[in-house]
């Protein structure tokens, strides 16, 4: 099993809503299939494997809602909730990539270490400043 070190932040689909995580590894994980037999066939042990991808993540706490709230729904600040977080998830979960930009709000009174939520741009910008080629 090779682990590949990442330090990505992703949107994520978790139990039913959306989350924030920092991609800690991505892997490949093997697990036995129950249900796997075949009087008629030669028994193979990579027949009865299964294999699943998934990423070890550390997660963000949810947006602050004060500073939600005060920008509209626009500024979504969260924190790190530390190794307290990992989770293992399915790749197929990975809604998109985002970035994470560190900032000090002061809420209250007191300034806070925390993080905004900013979408990082995609494929859709690949071509950008070149001119569309019409076959």
Request: charged share 25%.
């Amino acid at each position: 099993m090779i682990l590949t070190l990442i330090c990505d932040t992703i949107q994520i689909s978790f139990n039913g809503g959306d989350r924030i995580a920092e991609v800690r590894y991505f892997t490949r994980l093997a697990r036995e299939v129950d249900d796997w037999h075949d009087a008629n066939e030669e028994w193979n042990a990579q027949d009865c494997l299964q294999f699943v991808d998934v990423a070890l993540v550390m997660l963000y706490s949810n947006p602050h809602p004060y500073l939600l709230e005060r920008s509209y729904g626009i500024l979504a600040s969260c924190t790190k909730l530390g190794e307290e977080s990992l989770q293992m998830v399915r790749i197929t979960d990975i809604r998109s990539l985002v970035a994470m930009i560190p900032h000090r709000p002061v809420i209250h009174g007191v300034a806070e270490d925390r993080y905004f939520l900013a979408e990082k741009t995609g494929m859709d910008i690949m071509c950008f400043g070149s001119e569309n080629e019409e076959d």
